[in-house]
């Protein structure tokens, strides 16, 4: 049963308080309480506010007053900029590195690539937060919430860039220690040695992303360590501010279209989120569409919302088709298998959030293989930032959109890169090689037939008048 206001205000003592996403169990829980799903029957939690009691602005406008407060590190942050939106917890509370100093793009080269008319692509660029990944949004709120709750220990399970984020935040902050539980050999490079750099406890299981995830959850209830996986509420909150920065670049205009790589589905659930709340507080009139883009080897939303049409229905989840596919996964021993290591997971902890997501911004899920992800993510980069192969999904899955003609040339789409270009140096520098035993080993054992787009560095004998003339001939 719901509870009314009245009662979330005799209960609940904040702001805010967490409630069972599952309409007909909708329990409540204090803020003030680690939990990463429903006591009474196991579902996923959101955090939701008594927004009457909350100073939320009547108009999204109202927040380009906080840029002239920039020297205050709060409203310096790119996340709590937005804080009227996620009040959780006081202004004192809060936890920054100064992340979500990002920026949104305008880029007619990835444009073409796309299909799309001038002027009608942009780029997200997460990875230029502290830690390189977009997961700085949602990290912050997250050990804020650890450190109110006077966490000494935090832990994840990651395919790098959510324990290179909490590593950062640990050690920049010495609030707490990291605990971290990576799947063997399945975390590049660049990502690893953040982990390790900043000091986390770094645990390597062998196994998978999926592996890992149970494990910590086991060994984090056992042990009473924070968890801040994004099956932990907190760190969503985070994240809906992606979309709050989105709408402020385009001068808090809504776009058509949305477009994110799908792993765990936590940037997907808190995007749905945000655009739930802004259009319940009447500060949007319209919501843009979302597409969440699986690696063809990491598919299972794809596969559930596309194949077999598997809907957040109101919140009455058919189960039976997920239990189902899960069972086949098991059977056949199927693992997740993409060169987009970030997202190579196959049983995404926030399924449901990203249905309920996908539900109210009429979203479409899409597969895309490795090839199109390392052709799109070399036009992401010959446009001048550059981003990881997961990123790279949302621009080919995009194009993908475009040629079936579901996204028209006139929308004006928004692709959230998610993570920095030198989280995996490997595989950009396997793309662009000129040695075929490098691209075999990395790309083509996956299926990757060519580098499309690879600009290949030119070897010259060391003389000054081979120099010249190679210049001449390549410039
Ligand atoms: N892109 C990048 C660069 C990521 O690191 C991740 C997730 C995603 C996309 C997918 O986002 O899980 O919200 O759907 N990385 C997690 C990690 C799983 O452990 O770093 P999602």
């Known amino acids: 049963m719901l509870q009314t206001a009245q009662e979330h205000n005799a209960i609940h003592t904040d702001l805010a308080f967490q409630r069972c996403i599952n309409p007909r169990c909708g329990a409540t829980y204090e803020a003030r309480s680690v939990r990463t799903s429903c006591d009474k029957c196991g579902d996923l939690l959101d955090i939701d506010y008594q927004w009457d009691r909350a100073a939320v602005p009547s108009s999204l406008k109202e927040f380009e007053a906080t840029w002239s407060e920039r020297t205050n590190p709060v409203r310096f942050s790119g996340v709590w900029r937005f804080h009227e939106l996620l009040p959780f917890a006081a202004q004192k509370e809060l936890i920054t590195v100064g992340e979500g100093q990002t920026l949104l793009q305008q880029t007619d080269l990835v444009g073409d690539y796309v299909g799309m008319d001038h002027g009608r692509l942009h780029l997200q660029y997460e990875g230029m937060n502290p830690s390189g990944s977009f997961k700085d949004n949602g990290m912050c709120a997250a050990v804020t919430h650890a450190s109110m709750m006077d966490a000494k220990r935090a832990a994840c399970a990651s395919t790098g860039n959510t324990s290179a984020s909490l590593a950062l935040y640990c050690s920049a902050t010495q609030l707490m220690k990291a605990v971290i539980f990576i799947g063997s050999g399945k975390i590049s490079y660049g990502k690893l040695s953040q982990a390790l750099d900043y000091g986390a406890l770094t645990v390597q299981i062998a196994g998978d992303f999926d592996d890992a995830m149970i494990r910590v959850r086991q060994v984090s209830q056992e042990l009473g360590i924070y968890l801040v996986n994004s099956v932990n ?96 996964m098991d059977r056949e021993g199927k693992k997740a298998d993409t060169i987009a290591s970030a997202i190579e997971i196959n049983r995404p902890v926030n399924l449901k959030k990203c249905l309920r997501a996908l539900e109210f911004m009429d979203g479409v899920v899409r597969q895309v293989d490795d090839q199109d992800i390392l052709d799109a993510k070399s036009k992401v980069g010959a446009g001048g930032f550059g981003c990881e192969p997961a990123s790279a999904a949302s621009v080919a899955g995009a194009r993908m959109l475009r040629r079936e003609g579901v996204i028209a040339p006139s929308d004006r789409v928004v692709c959230i890169l998610t993570g920095h270009e030198l989280k995996d140096p490997t595989a950009t520098v396997a793309y662009h090689t000129t040695d075929q035993q490098v691209f075999n080993e990395t790309l083509g054992s996956r299926g990757v037939q060519k580098a499309s787009h690879a600009n290949r560095a030119v070897a010259v004998p060391n003389e000054l008048d081979d120099i010249i003339k190679t210049i001449q001939l390549y410039s």
């Open 233 to 328: 509420p907190f760190r969503l909150e985070g994240q809906k501010t992606i979309m709050f920065r989105v709408l402020e670049a385009l001068r808090w205009e809504v776009p058509d279209w949305i477009v994110v790589p799908g792993g765990n589905l936590g940037n997907s659930s808190a995007f749905g989120k945000a655009f739930m709340e802004l259009k319940a507080h009447g500060l949007i009139d319209r919501v843009p569409r979302l597409a969440v883009i699986n690696a063809a080897g990491a598919d299972t939303l794809y596969e559930l919302y596309e194949r077999r049409g598997v809907r957040w229905n109101g919140g009455n989840v058919d189960m039976d088709p997920i239990v189902q596919y899960n069972d086949e």
